[in-house]
C-alpha cells in the first residue's frame, strides 16, 4: 500500500509549522487493532461479517493481504495467492482493498486520540501511540486515562459502524462467536500502557482484544522477562540464531551478559539486550500535523490507461510544485490518491530519499509504483498530495533546488517568478548569469563574468 | 537603463594581502581578509605562516597596451590550506587569486 524508496536520515520539516518543538512523552499507551483495514472494511458492509474475508493486496492483486478469522480457520493465510485461497475456501469473499477510506478511518481515530492526549504518534494503519505524560491532572491514574482513550476510540468506531453506544452494547452482550466480534471494531482494540513505546507496545500485544495491559513503573524487567523473543525487532537471521542458542525468552536474552550479546550480534546487538532489560525508554513523540499541499484533477471520463494516468500525475505535480507555499521547500514525501470507478480506491506514498523540487524526481517513484501495481480500475479523481518538506539550501532558501531545476528544464517562468520573491525579500540583485569573456585568457579575472539575471 | 558593460562584474577579482618575504625573496607570512579563508565577516586575519611554496610562474600580458606582470606562488599554509597568491611587479602590490 505503501512505498518507502529511500531512507532520509535528515530532518523533515515542515513549513506552517517549521519552530515548533515536538513533544514527547516518556510514558505510553499503545493502541492496536490488528487487521484495521479488514475491519474497516466489514465495519461499512456488515454483510460479510458472516463470511470468511479476505482483502486482496493493492500493490499486488494476485496475493492476498489481510484474512478474517474465519478464513483463517479454513487454511487462508496472508500471502498466499488467490486460486490457492479460493482453493482451499471456497466460499471465501475477496474484496479490493480501498486504502483511501482505511486511512480516512484511521485519520479520524487519531483526530480522536489527539482529544486525549496532545502527544499521538501513529506508527502503521491500526497502531498509535498516545503519550500520557501529564496527563494524571486530567484523569487521574493511568487505568483512567486508559479509560479516557478508550472511550475517545469507542465514539469515533461506533460511530463508524452507524451504532448507538446502547447498541453497542447490545450487541457486546449478545457476541459470543467470532464473527460478531469481528463486526465491532472497539472490541478489537488492544492497549498496552507502560514506560517507553517498546514495553507499551509489548503490552498491547499481550492484551486480549478490547481489554488493557498496563505495566506499572519500575516494573518493566519483570514484565519482559516472561515475553517471547519474537516480540523484540529482530531479523530473521538473528532471531534463528537466538533460538539455535536456546533463548527464547526476554529473560533468558537478559541473563546473557550484555557484552557477550554484543560480541555475537554487534550494535544491534546491545540495543536488542537493552530493550529486552527495559533499560531503554523510547518517547511517543507526538506528530507535527503538516498543512499539505493537494492537486486534484477529476476525469470526465474514467481513464485506465497508464500513460494517460502518469502524464496527468506530471501535471498534478506540476500544479502542487506552483503553490506558493512550496516555495523554497523541496518536497520529502508525496502521495497519491485515486478514486476508482465502484467505490474502491488507489493509494501510493512515497518518501523521496534526496528531497526535490524537480518534477521528474517526486514523479518517479510514482510511476515505478503505477508500472508495478496500476489501480484495480479506471480511475476517475486522481489527488497528489506533498505531505511533508524539507529546506533548501541554507544559503538562500528562497531559491533553494526549485530555481535551478526549473531552469535546467527550461521552465523560465518559475525561474522568474523565484528571482522576483528574491529581489523582493532580499531588495538587492542577488542572481546573476555566469558567462563567458574570455575563457582562454591567461589571467583568471578576465575568464568568466557575472551578468544581472533579469526576471 | 544600464548598458550591456555596466552589467556585468568579474569573477575572481584578485584580493589584496600583506605578505612578509623571507631573506630569499620568498612569501613567509600572509595576512588576509576573512573571506578568503571562507569566513563571513570580512576582518583581517592573524599573519598566517607559509609553510612552503610548492609552485611558481610568472604571466606577462596586455604589454601592447598596459603591461601586466605577474609572478605566481602556490603556497601551503600552516595548517594544510593551499592558496594561490601573486605580486604584481609593476606596483608590487600582493593579491590572493583562484588560479
Given at each position: 500500500m505503501s512505498s518507502i524508496f529511500g531512507i532520509y536520515s535528515g530532518p523533515t520539516y515542515y513549513p506552517t509549522m517549521k519552530k515548533t518543538p515536538h513533544l514527547t512523552s516518556e510514558s505510553a499507551a499503545c493502541c492496536w487493532m490488528p487487521l484495521f483495514a479488514l475491519r474497516s472494511e466489514t465495519a461499512r458492509r456488515p454483510e460479510l461479517v458472516a463470511h470468511p474475508v479476505a482483502l486482496v493486496a493493492s500493490d499486488d492483486t494476485r496475493r492476498v493481504w489481510q484474512v478474517s478469522p474465519l478464513a483463517r480457520r479454513a487454511g487462508v493465510k496472508p500471502g498466499m495467492t488467490v486460486s490457492q485461497a479460493i482453493g482451499l475456501c471456497p466460499a471465501l469473499k475477496l474484496c479490493e482493498p480501498d486504502p483511501v477510506h482505511y486511512d480516512e478511518q484511521f485519520e479520524q481515530l487519531i483526530a480522536a486520540l489527539t482529544a486525549v492526549s496532545p502527544v499521538v504518534e501513529p506508527v502503521e494503519l491500526g497502531r498509535v501511540f498516545v503519550g500520557t505524560d501529564g496527563l494524571e491532572g486530567l484523569y487521574g491514574a493511568p487505568e483512567k486515562i486508559v479509560e479516557a482513550i478508550k472511550c475517545g476510540m469507542r465514539n469515533v468506531l461506533n460511530a463508524e459502524c452507524g451504532m448507538r453506544n446502547a447498541e453497542c452494547k447490545g450487541k457486546r452482550r449478545e457476541a459470543n462467536d467470532p464473527s460478531r466480534k469481528f463486526r465491532t471494531p472497539h472490541s478489537a482494540f488492544r492497549i498496552g500502557w507502560g514506560r517507553g513505546k517498546f514495553v507499551a507496545w509489548v503490552a498491547a500485544t499481550r492484551a486480549k482484544p478490547g481489554e488493557t495491559v498496563l505495566v506499572p513503573v519500575g516494573g518493566e524487567a519483570k514484565f519482559l522477562a516472561s515475553q517471547p523473543l519474537a516480540v523484540l525487532p529482530l531479523d530473521p537471521d538473528t532471531h534463528r540464531r537466538l533460538q539455535q542458542l536456546g533463548v527464547k525468552t526476554l529473560g533468558a536474552l537478559v541473563a546473557l551478559p550484555e557484552e557477550a550479546v554484543v560480541s555475537q550480534f554487534g550494535g544491534p546487538g546491545r540495543r536488542l539486550w537493552r530493550l529486552a532489560a527495559g533499560l531503554v525508554s523510547e518517547p511517543v513523540v507526538g506528530r507535527v500535523v503538516p498543512e499539505p499541499i493537494v492537486a486534484a484533477l477529476t476525469f470526465f471520463t474514467p481513464v485506465g490507461e497508464r500513460g494517460l494516468l502518469a502524464h496527468a500525475l506530471d501535471k498534478l505535480i506540476d500544479r502542487a510544485l506552483g503553490d506558493p507555499r512550496r516555495s523554497g521547500w523541496r518536497v520529502q514525501v508525496v502521495r497519491v490518491r485515486a478514486e476508482l470507478e465502484h467505490g474502491a480506491s488507489w493509494l501510493v506514498t512515497a518518501t523521496l530519499k534526496d528531497p526535490s523540487a524537480t518534477r521528474e524526481r517526486i514523479a518517479a517513484p510514482l510511476k515505478t509504483q503505477l508500472e508495478r501495481s496500476p489501480p484495480a480500475g479506471a480511475v476517475e479523481r486522481l489527488v497528489v498530495e506533498f505531505t511533508a518538506f524539507a529546506p533548501g539550501t541554507a544559503e538562500l532558501q528562497l531559491f533553494a533546488h526549485d530555481a535551478s531545476a526549473a531552469a535546467r528544464a527550461g521552465r523560465r517562468r518559475a525561474l522568474q517568478s523565484a528571482a522576483r520573491e528574491i529581489a523582493l525579500r532580499i531588495r538587492r540583485p542577488m542572481l546573476y548569469h555566469v558567462i563567458e569573456v574570455?575563457?582562454?585568457?591567461?589571467?583568471?579575472?578576465?575568464r568568466y563574468a557575472l551578468i544581472d539575471f533579469e526576471a | 537603463m544600464r548598458n550591456g558593460t555596466d552589467r556585468l562584474r568579474a569573477v575572481n577579482v584578485p584580493q589584496p594581502a600583506v605578505v612578509e618575504l623571507d631573506a630569499v625573496g620568498s612569501p613567509a607570512k600572509i595576512e588576509m581578509r576573512s573571506a578568503e579563508f571562507?569566513?563571513?565577516?570580512n576582518d583581517m586575519q592573524e599573519p598566517v605562516t607559509i609553510e612552503a611554496v610548492r609552485e611558481t610562474w610568472r604571466i606577462d600580458d596586455e604589454w601592447w597596451r598596459e603591461p601586466i606582470t605577474r609572478t605566481y606562488y602556490e603556497v601551503l599554509l600552516q595548517g594544510g590550506a593551499r592558496l594561490v597568491l601573486f605580486v604584481d611587479l609593476v606596483t608590487l602590490e600582493w593579491f590572493v587569486q583562484k588560479p
Open positions: 574570455q575563457p582562454w585568457s591567461r589571467l583568471p579575472e578576465r | 571562507g569566513m563571513r565577516n
